[in-house]
């Protein structure tokens, strides 16, 4: 299955679903590369500071930051269970691309009363890949939510009416995710108990499902 993390705003966290997917999915056995599509590297970053520390390899991270990420993506899927796509903000050629190869496509977003959870541009791309692809999944997760309480109270209404539609799993706003980026690790490896952990192993169990 290709995945892609793809949301043309930055810093809404898909670097890190992408990684933590990956981790879980092979934590569970299956063969994962993640396809870094962002020019700043930041997975690859994570993946090249992961091996200084001498920590073990537990997916393969490729940087392919190209409009021709659709040419290459079939082929690269066709060696293992998964390929996660690390999108890159603002670049609209490569989340074109990502598009036209992905199985599901997920957006991240963090979500505020004050904006539209995906951009417009991203709905705009969404839109315009339908017409070559009709059969492409794609939802929306929302990442650091507040407390469960105050989500569903402010968002609840919001949520109905989402286009994309959104992902029952939520992820919290957890610093762990900050302290695994920073040491090249995963939340599960730093605390395998942590709410964080959790959240991702449902996430990663609810965008698996949609395996055709
Ligand atoms: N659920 C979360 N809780 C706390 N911090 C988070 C969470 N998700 C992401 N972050 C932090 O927010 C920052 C941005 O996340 P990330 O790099 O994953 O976003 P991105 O969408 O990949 O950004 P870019 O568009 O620049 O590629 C990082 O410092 C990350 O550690
Ligand atoms: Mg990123």
Redesign the pocket.
């Given at each position: 299955m290709i995945v892609a993390?793809l949301?043309q705003?930055?810093?809404?966290?898909?670097?890190?679903?992408?990684l933590h997917l990956a981790g879980r999915w092979a934590g569970k056995g299956r063969r994962v590369l993640v396809v870094d599509a962002?020019p700043?590297g930041?997975a690859l970053d994570w993946s090249e500071q992961r091996a200084s520390l001498g920590h073990p390899r537990l997916f393969g991270v490729l940087g392919l930051p190209r409009e021709t990420l659709h040419r290459e993506l079939p082929a690269i899927a066709a060696d293992v269970d998964h390929v996660i796509v690390?999108?890159?903000?603002r670049i609209a050629g490569v989340a074109r691309s990502a598009l036209l190869a992905a199985d599901v496509v997920i957006v991240?977003a963090t979500p505020s009363p004050l904006d539209g959870w995906a951009s417009a541009e991203m709905l705009r791309l969404l839109d315009e890949a339908r017409v070559f692809r009709p059969d492409l999944i794609a939802r929306m997760v929302l990442?650091?939510?507040a407390t469960r309480t105050v989500i569903a109270r402010e968002t609840a209404e919001a949520m109905a009416g989402q286009e994309p539609p959104v992902l029952a799993a939520r992820?919290?706003?957890?610093?762990?995710?900050?302290e695994?980026?920073?040491t090249g690790q995963l939340a599960h490896e730093l605390d395998p108990g942590s709410l964080?952990a959790a959240e991702i192993a449902a996430l990663a169990a609810e965008v698996e499902g949609f395996k055709r």
């Open positions: 993390l949301n705003k930055g810093g809404v966290g898909k670097t890190t679903l992408a962002d700043q930041s690390d999108g890159a903000p991240p990442n650091r939510c992820i919290g706003q957890r610093v762990i995710f900050a695994a980026a920073a964080a």
